[in-house]
Every structure is written in structure tokens, then in C-alpha cells.
């Protein structure tokens, strides 16, 4: 029985000397331990942990009735002597052996927390770094966007200052064009009067010619 406990106290220092320090031992003990807190290994270290309990009463109760004893005779035998002494030595060993395994549950508790907290702040820096380099993306793709609304801004007052000079020009035009139309209506109105002056010579030149045809016809009568 002490053999055992020495054992399973030495091997429970072992495991948290394991948990301690990180080690490539320390990942295996790790994974061991979620597989033993997985289907049946937590009814078995239940059962192992209420057996010591068990036992660990009965020599607390075991030296109670010893102490009682001497108490009562007022001696103590050397029979009772090396049973106490066993008594206290194993309640002692099964009460460390308890506190040991408490110490690797926690250990291996605060591990995994640990474990999942790092993971979970590696998540959170990659999404903040995502995010960063998605805001540069957007700060790049803006400053872009801005050289290319200026850009554009540019080319509308290039054709704004063309379409004011076309507008210049057809207006200049428009002016050329009523001023030869207003010409042409003169030159129209000249030519008419010009016609009808022609018309006036000829029919004068015919109202002439028929005064010297009547005159030279009554020369020769």
C-alpha cells in the first residue's frame, strides 16, 4: 500500500513537473489527459479518487479509535505506537496524492484556457491585420478613385472651355451668316430694281424708236 502511494506521488510530481515547463513530453501528457477526461476516464478517476476517500477515513477513523484508546489505558503500547504511526503516514500519503491529482485537474484546466485564449488572440490579430491591410486596400483604392475624379474633373473643364469656343464660333457664325443673308437680300432688291430700270430704258427706247419711225414717215409723205 505505502509503495503504491510513494508511486502514484511520484508519478503525480512527474506529471506537474511535465505541465510546468513546455516540453515536447508536455503536448503528449496534454493530449493524454483530454482523452482521459473523455468517456469512461472521468467515472474511473471518480471511482480511484472515492476509493482513497474511503480509505483515507478509515485510517483517520482507525486513529481516532487508537487515540481514544490510549486515552482511555493512559498507555501507549508499542503495537499501538507502530500502528498510529502507519495510520498517519498512509492518511498523510493518500491526502497528498489527492492534492496532487487536484493540482494536475487544475494545471491542465489553466493550460487549455491558456491554449484557447492564445488562439483566440491570434484570430483577433489576424482579423485586425486583415482589416488593416483591407483599410489600406481602401485607402489605396480611394486615393486612386480621387486621381481619377480629378482627372475627369479636368477633362469636363477641357470640353466645357472647347464646347464655350464652338459656342463662340457658331455664334460668330450664326452673325456671318444673317449679315451675307441681309447682303443678299440687297443684292435682291438691287437686282429687282436694276430689272425694273432695264425695263424702263427698253420700253423707253421702244417708245423712241416708234416717235422716229412715225417722224421719218411723215418726212416722206
Given at each position: 500500500?505505502?509503495?503504491?502511494?510513494?508511486?502514484?506521488?511520484f508519478?503525480e510530481?512527474?506529471?506537474?513537473?511535465?505541465?510546468?515547463?513546455r516540453?515536447?513530453?508536455?503536448?503528449?501528457?496534454i493530449?493524454?489527459?483530454?482523452?482521459?477526461?473523455?468517456?469512461?476516464?472521468?467515472?474511473?478517476v471518480?471511482?480511484?479518487?472515492v476509493?482513497l476517500?474511503?480509505?483515507?477515513?478509515?485510517?483517520l477513523?482507525?486513529?481516532?479509535?487508537?487515540?481514544?484508546r490510549?486515552?482511555?489505558?493512559?498507555?501507549?503500547?508499542?503495537?499501538?505506537?507502530?500502528?498510529?504511526?502507519?495510520?498517519?503516514l498512509?492518511?498523510?500519503?493518500?491526502?497528498?496524492?489527492l492534492f496532487?491529482?487536484?493540482?494536475?485537474?487544475?494545471?491542465?484546466?489553466?493550460i487549455?484556457?491558456?491554449?484557447?485564449?492564445?488562439?483566440?488572440?491570434?484570430?483577433?490579430?489576424?482579423?485586425s491585420?486583415?482589416?488593416?491591410?483591407?483599410?489600406?486596400?481602401?485607402?489605396?483604392?480611394?486615393?486612386?478613385?480621387?486621381?481619377?475624379?480629378a482627372?475627369l474633373?479636368?477633362?469636363?473643364?477641357?470640353?466645357e472651355?472647347a464646347?464655350?469656343?464652338k459656342?463662340s464660333?457658331?455664334?460668330?457664325l450664326?452673325?456671318?451668316v444673317?449679315?451675307?443673308?441681309?447682303?443678299?437680300?440687297?443684292?435682291?432688291?438691287e437686282?429687282?430694281?436694276?430689272?425694273?430700270?432695264?425695263?424702263?430704258?427698253?420700253?423707253?427706247?421702244?417708245?423712241?424708236?416708234?416717235?422716229?419711225m412715225?417722224?421719218?414717215?411723215?418726212?416722206?409723205i
Open positions: 500500500m505505502l509503495q503504491l502511494l510513494y508511486f502514484a506521488i508519478g510530481m512527474l506529471l506537474i513537473l511535465t505541465l510546468l515547463f516540453t515536447p513530453l508536455r503536448k503528449l501528457v493530449v493524454s489527459l483530454d482523452h482521459l477526461k473523455r468517456g469512461r476516464g472521468p467515472v474511473v471518480t471511482t480511484v479518487g476509493t476517500m474511503v480509505v483515507l477515513s478509515s485510517s477513523y482507525s486513529i481516532a479509535k487508537i487515540r481514544q490510549v486515552v482511555e489505558v493512559g498507555i501507549l503500547n508499542p503495537t499501538d505506537q507502530v500502528l498510529i504511526s502507519k495510520h498517519i498512509e492518511a498523510s500519503l493518500m491526502g497528498f496524492v496532487l491529482a487536484m493540482m494536475i485537474d487544475r494545471l491542465h484546466h489553466y487549455r484556457e491558456l491554449r484557447l485564449l492564445r488562439k483566440t488572440m491570434e484570430a483577433v490579430k489576424k482579423q491585420r486583415s482589416f488593416e491591410d483591407g483599410k489600406n486596400g481602401n485607402s489605396e483604392e480611394h486615393k486612386v478613385l480621387t486621381g481619377e475624379i482627372t474633373k479636368a477633362k469636363v473643364k477641357e470640353l472651355s464646347c464655350e469656343v459656342g464660333k457658331a455664334m460668330a450664326e452673325t456671318e444673317e449679315a451675307l443673308r441681309k447682303q443678299s437680300e440687297g443684292f435682291l432688291m437686282y429687282d430694281r436694276l430689272v425694273a430700270d432695264n425695263q424702263n430704258l427698253q420700253s423707253q427706247l421702244e417708245a423712241i424708236d416708234q416717235s422716229s412715225h417722224l421719218d414717215s411723215r418726212k416722206n
